[in-house]
């Protein structure tokens, strides 16, 4: 996702804060990464349980206040890719 120009910093908080959470919803993986080089690209890796889980963590109240605080910081250009995950670390 992208941030406005001196936003970044901020919507990173934003995406952090509510991670202690997302175990019990059904997550296995919530990365929030950056680029020392990019001041507005911010990369978000998750794994969850399954679709139906995630659909429904995007519901919760905490959830919905998340983005609703994050949302005027950022331009509106999203990426995504869904993958199925056939193993490794940390998963």
Do not use: N
């Not at 001196?6 to 509510?18: A, C, K, M, Q």
């Not at 959470?21 to 059904?26: P, V």
């Not at 869904?82 to 998963?91: F, K, P, Q, R, T």
């Amino acid at each position: 996702m992208k941030a406005k120009p001196g936003f970044r910093d901020d919507v990173v908080s934003i995406l952090l804060s509510g991670a202690d959470g997302l175990r019990e919803a059904g997550c296995h993986l919530y990365v929030v990464g950056v680029a020392d080089d990019d001041d507005v690209t911010i990369w978000v890796t998750e794994v969850w349980q399954s679709r139906k889980h995630h659909r429904a963590s995007l519901e919760l109240p905490e959830t919905r206040a998340a983005i609703g605080r994050a949302m005027p910081m950022l331009t509106g250009e999203f990426t995504g890719q869904e993958v199925s995950v056939l193993g490794g670390l940390g998963v």
